[in-house]
């Protein structure tokens, strides 16, 4: 007791400075639970089905609602990559529009999804936007990647997702398409987001519809 009363005031000072610390510590596990909360989720899978007929889904799972700009395919060769604006394909060129006006560009709510066809459908977009010959289907190595360019809440900057699905036209159906990752790639922090906009010049240095 004596040494107590004696190292009164250090252990105070001591345990003011653990307290602070304490108090940082939940103060960033609450900042970090509400940054984790408010950031955009954009998930890209399959659905009804896991070969080259399943449809290509997109989903909301951000806390608020999504304004999707483009959705961009890229065909990965052995040589190089070929990409198209999906959006803006079906919009302008796609045969099977004519008669009707479909877009997939708009406001996506949260939990909402919706469908890009088949990714059958978007492969074959592709070899004819650029006018490829079906024989680069019998390479090896062919994956097809899924990028979602977003605008999420009042943010200025564009959000992003990715998702590249490898291709083997030689198998049966069912497993001629396989997704590359478990998880989609979220492109949300500030570098990234610089990515997503390369995205987009990229899609109008080609748009020659």
Not at 99 to 110: D, E, I, V
Not at 148 to 168: H, K, L, N, Q
Request: proline share 3%.
């Amino acid at each position: 007791m004596d040494w107590l009363n004696e190292n009164s005031q250090a252990i105070s000072a001591v345990t003011s400075v653990v307290t602070v610390f304490v108090w940082i510590f939940y103060a960033q596990l609450l900042y970090d639970g509400y940054a984790r909360q408010r950031r955009p989720r954009i998930i890209i899978n399959r659905g009804k089905g896991v070969g080259m007929e399943a449809l290509c889904l997109i989903s909301n799972m951000s806390v608020e609602a999504i304004y999707v700009q483009h959705l961009i395919a890229v065909l990965h060769t052995r040589d190089k990559s070929y990409s198209l604006d999906v959006v803006e394909y079906q919009q302008e060129g796609d045969e099977e529009v004519k008669g009707g006006y479909r877009t997939h560009q708009g406001p996506l709510a949260s939990g909402n999804h919706l469908h890009v066809e088949t990714f059958n459908s978007i492969l074959h977009q592709i070899l004819r936007y650029w006018e490829l010959d079906n024989d680069i289907l019998d390479q090896e190595g062919l994956c097809l990647g899924i990028r979602v360019v977003a605008i999420y809440g009042s943010e200025d900057m564009p959000t992003g997702a990715w998702r590249t699905f490898e291709m083997d036209l030689s198998q049966p159906p069912e497993r001629q398409l396989t997704p590359s990752t478990i998880d989609t790639h979220r492109m949300s922090s500030k570098r990234q987001r610089k990515r997503v906009l390369e995205w987009v010049k990229d899609i109008e240095i080609h748009k020659v519809y």
